[in-house]
């Protein structure tokens, strides 16, 4: 069952590289940076995962935006784009802040991109204002406790999509679950129901990249 996984991603190889050939391509900073994630092996998310982002940007009108994991700042520079507005983005790994600092600096988006240094379970509880949407990822295990913070810091009708839930496809079925992932997997499946429980969120689970949940803050 494995043997159609490419990577961290769910889809058939086909249907993978059909939907890759429709993005734009990407040029200049960009494609170095997914060069520089590939070579390093840093997860920045799915071209197509990134794309979809893109789109929802646009059409929910997000100007203000709160991210959870920048890494060296790819979706960010990529959200801070389609959005013309300002991102909040957090990072724990100061290595990985560094090279997101001057990323972001190259783009020329320090002023559209405040990086915060830190564990976003402590630094989440000390943001204030109101944030149109709130991309997570982060830790997979973490997720349900950055949600404690991230629904207070969601506006209604504010959309926060998580990523990477359906993490290889080991979310939804044992048969590919891995031994050293059951703690992880578990709480990725609590999240989800979480979610599906929630009465102030809407959420819809999409089959792209990694998996992602696109929910809707009702209230
Ligand atoms: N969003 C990025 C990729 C993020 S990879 C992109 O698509 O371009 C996940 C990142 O989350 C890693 O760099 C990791 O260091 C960071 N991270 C993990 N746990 C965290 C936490 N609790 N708080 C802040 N950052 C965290
Ligand atoms: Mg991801």
Same mark, same amino acid.
């Given at each position: 069952m494995r043997d159609w996984i490419e990577g961290d991603n769910i889809n058939y190889d086909y249907i993978l590289r059909y939907i890759r050939d429709t993005l734009p391509q990407r040029e200049g900073l960009l494609l170095e940076m997914e060069k520089y994630a590939e070579e390093n092996s840093v997860p920045i998310s799915q071209p197509e995962s990134i794309r979809f982002l893109e789109i929802i940007i646009k059409i929910a009108n997000a100007k203000r935006i709160l991210e959870v994991g920048s890494a060296i700042g790819y979706s960010a520079i990529r959200m801070s784009r389609a959005a013309e507005g300002e991102v909040t983005t957090i990072e724990l790994s100061e290595e990985m802040a560094d090279i997101a600092e001057e990323n972001i600096k190259k783009a020329g988006l320090s002023d559209k991109i405040r990086l915060i240094r830190g564990d976003a379970r402590e630094i989440l509880p000390q943001i204030d204002g109101e944030f149109d949407l709130i991309f997570v990822d982060a830790a997979k295990g973490q997720y349900a406790e950055f949600f404690k913070e991230s629904r207070r810091l969601l506006k209604k009708g504010g959309i926060m999509v998580s990523d990477n839930v359906l993490y290889k496809g080991m979310t939804a079925t044992?048969? &590919? &679950?891995v031994h050293r992932k059951i703690t992880l997997v578990r709480r990725l499946r609590a999240y989800l129901e979480m979610l599906k429980e929630n009465k102030d969120f809407s959420t819809a689970l999409i089959p792209i990249g990694d998996g992602v949940a696109l929910s809707f803050k009702k209230i």
């Open positions: 044992d048969e &590919l &679950l």
